[in-house]
């Protein structure tokens, strides 16, 4: 099992930045592929980043690559986004996640899902 802690959400101005954190417990992270998600209101989840537990390679939704980055810090088991040139259109419950299998661009695969942080960007 996989305890999934998210923090460092709030609210910002447009064009602000943001970094949120992802605390485990249980089990390293450097055995999971990590993935952070978000979902705003009325919308579906949606995949925003996901960073491989093998090569480290890292990949993005169209909708936030250049702005947003993903990281990881095995030796305190913690993975983080990095969010920059916030925008309306990013307001959402970001949520981070760990599976084995898990996959870019969709929840496949991601067996281990924290609470969520509230990110509100202002216009």
């Known amino acids: 099992q996989v305890q999934l802690v998210e923090s460092g959400g709030g609210l910002v101005q447009a064009g602000g930045s943001l970094r949120l954190s992802c605390a485990a417990s249980?089990?390293?992270?450097?055995?999971?592929?990590m993935g952070w998600f978000r979902q705003a209101p009325g919308k579906e989840r949606e995949f925003v980043a996901r960073?491989?537990?093998?090569?480290?390679?890292?990949s993005y939704a169209d909708s936030v690559e250049g702005r947003f980055t993903i990281s990881r810090d095995n030796a305190k088991n913690t993975v983080y986004l990095q969010m920059n040139g916030l925008n309306a259109e990013d307001t959402a419950v970001y949520s981070c996640?760990?599976?084995?299998?898990?996959?870019?661009?969709?929840?496949?695969?991601?067996?281990?899902w924290g609470q969520g942080t509230q990110v509100t960007v202002s216009s």
């Open positions: 249980g089990r390293a992270i450097s055995s999971y592929n």
């Open positions: 960073s491989e537990r093998s090569s480290g390679s890292t």
């Open positions: 996640a760990a599976g084995k299998f898990g996959v870019v661009g969709s929840s496949w695969g991601y067996d281990y």
